[in-house]
């Protein structure tokens, strides 16, 4: 969406209902976890991202925002890693049309989240986990050189 002649804004939502059709039984037909209708692991409802950018030809920058709803990470949906918003944003400038200088910060707020659920596996329980931390704030300078 243009918003006047340098201004852009995007933005984009998922909802997602993924449940498990059956429970989890063994050879005898014995039910060893009750998951039948429960939400799978690491598949949040919820997802939305947005960024308002700006580029006027010589100065350019945008800030974005990705939020993403609570994951569970046990098949009996008993255990989740919290809902996360984390902001993005660059600044930078077009020197020539070849060369540009641009400052970036990712996890602008230096929010501490959980980016990764169950790399190891899943349990019934969350008794054997693999949950993994995001990345800090960081913060880069690009030049870009055309030849």
Excluded: C
């Excluded at 804004?9 to 209902?17: I, K, Q």
């Excluded at 059956?22 to 998951?35: C, F, M, Y």
């Excluded at 030809?57 to 996360?84: E, I, P």
């Amino acid at each position: 969406l243009k918003l006047g002649s340098n201004f852009s804004l995007y933005a984009s939502y998922s909802y997602t209902d993924a449940t498990y059709r059956d429970d989890v039984v063994d050879g005898d037909g014995k039910v060893i976890s009750a998951i039948k209708g429960k939400t799978l692991t690491d598949s949040p409802k919820h997802m939305a991202r947005g960024e308002l950018a700006y580029d006027d030809g010589k100065l350019f920058g945008r800030v974005g925002l990705n939020w993403m709803s609570a994951r569970y990470f046990t098949y009996l949906n008993d255990q989740s890693v919290d809902a996360r918003l984390l902001a993005d944003a660059s600044l930078g400038y077009r020197f020539t049309d070849k060369i540009e200088l641009q400052l970036n910060a990712t996890n602008l707020f230096d929010k501490q989240y959980i980016a990764t659920v169950g790399s190891g596996g899943y349990g019934d329980k969350g008794d054997r986990q693999t949950l993994l931390v995001g990345a800090p704030r960081q913060v880069f300078v690009t030049v870009k050189a055309g030849f």
